[in-house]
């Protein structure tokens, strides 16, 4: 049998191989940018990797650092502009690595104590920047999409076992720019969305949610309410105080998708917009899109955790054990076993404090403004609106849909940037959403001066 399961000389020189190649990832800047490679491509350059006998540590290394690695876009490339990039501290990137290899159980105390220490100390960090009491608390689950799900199950159950009325059918209220994973989560639950407008500034406000109210057929019965703190799109913000109070208004759940804006709460110039978000009943923050964190890292925070717990604790015999009055974070989400996943956040948290966050969250702002101000003062270009967090969007004068597609094409081919057209108002535009304090006002104006 082969042993792999022990540590010999050859699996040290292994060892370091994958170190080397991990640190210089880590240190160099990231690999250039390049247009993806076809299925085919990719099978004729890398062939038959899993084999009965195994091609050997060194040769399937090889096969990664030369074909597969150069086959991804680099996510954290300071002109990786599109969709939401990720910029992760070479700390925070490091640790990654410890975390790997320490087969850390995140899921419950009795097994991961000290990890889950550490874990809520990070999320404590987001609680006290989002204005949540002391007794909010949660967990770390892979991105805002399983977030907003569990958010949303903890939300019905809690309707659910607030009253024996059971409604044709369940539904939340969400506006136009909710993220799409809102209507995945209720196509999951088997539950309806209403959709509320948005106002003159592209906000969901109170306003509109009590109107959708109004609208709702007999029989459907809204549990929540989904807000957005910083949308994809645009990174606009909803009137989360007029949300929060017509939610207090008629006992709805708040819920505050901020997966991609929630990392302004630490940025001074941008934190006041959130105003209301101290209501929320629960909370979505992605830090492995603006706060630093490698892939998958997501915040999920309730202001009531024993509420989650009721709604999402599993029950088996063999668990029994688990139960012990102590924090156990897979009761807090639709999970069981999981990473811990928030340690890459801490360690970098610890490592560098708070100040050094504010720091790069409003340098990123500034940066996005900046740019903005430069679009907004080229003839050639139409500026969309004036950014509220870090997404700059905007038009090139003249041109048809295929051009800007034909442009984000090129621009990858020939590794200058990563930037994908998107629609506002039903037409296309050119989106920079900027979360990499690598980005530099240079760098973007060197995008421009392609159009
Ligand atoms: C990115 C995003 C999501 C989804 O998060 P994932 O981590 O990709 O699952 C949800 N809501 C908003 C507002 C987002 O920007």
Redesign the pocket.
Known sequence: MTDMHSYDESTDELAWQIFRYALNRVRLDPPPLDGPRSAREIERAVGVTITPDGLGGTRALELFIEELAPSCISTDHQRYLS??PTAPTEAAALFDVVVGASSLYGGSWLEGAGAVYAENEALRWLADLAGLPGSAGGVFV???????LSALVAARHHARSGSDFIPRRWAVVASTS?????AAAAAVMDIDVVQADLDDHRRLTGAAVSEALESVPPGVSVFAVVA?????NLGIIDDLETVSEVCATYGLWFHV?????GAALAAPSACQRFVGIDRADSV?I?P??WLFSPY?C?ALLYLHPEIARQAHLQHADYLEPLENGEWNPSDYAHVLTRRARGLPLWFSLATHGTRAYTEAVEHTIGLARDIAAVIASDDRLDLIIEPELSVVAFRRRGWEDDEYREWSRWLLESGRAFVTPTTVDGEMAIRFCIVSPRTTLDGLRGILDTL
Not at 178 to 182: C, F, K, L, W
Not at 228 to 232: E, H, L, M
Not at 257 to 261: E, F, I, L, M, N
Request: proline share 0%; aromatic share 6%; net charge negative.
């Open positions: 969709f939401v892979s991105g805002g999409t399983a977030g907003n909710a993220h799409s994973s809102i957005t703190a910083g949308s994809t998708d901020a997966a991609y804006g979505v992605d492995h899109k998958d997501a």
